[in-house]
């Protein structure tokens, strides 16, 4: 057995953070592509087949969802319920 591993320390985490942060800002670092691909990962270990997201049409987020696969449906309606008394 090796030694136990380390605990991240607040700043290391916040180190670690900041370098994903100002890598995910770049456009085409695909950075936005591995964190989609792990949510993916996650939700279909828990037997989800299949994802929605809601986004405006005139942002770079729609060009990148479909790009990583999702299919724009023809119409889009949205709706919700609060669930606070």
């Known amino acids: 057995m ?18 994903v942060l100002s ?5 085409g670092s695909g950075a936005g592509t591995f ?5 993916e990962k996650t939700v279909k270990k828990l037997g989800i087949t299949t994802m929605f997201l809601l986004t405006d049409s005139n942002v770079p987020a729609f060009h990148f969802y479909k790009k990583n696969g999702f299919v724009q ?10 669930l606070e008394d």
């Open 23 to 27: 890598e995910a800002k770049r456009p």
């Open 35 to 39: 964190f989609l691909g792990e949510i």
């Open 73 to 82: 449906e023809e119409t889009n309606v949205a709706f919700f319920k609060c």
């Open 2 to 19: 090796g030694a136990p591993a380390k605990q991240p320390t607040a700043a290391s985490e916040r180190a670690w953070r900041a370098s």
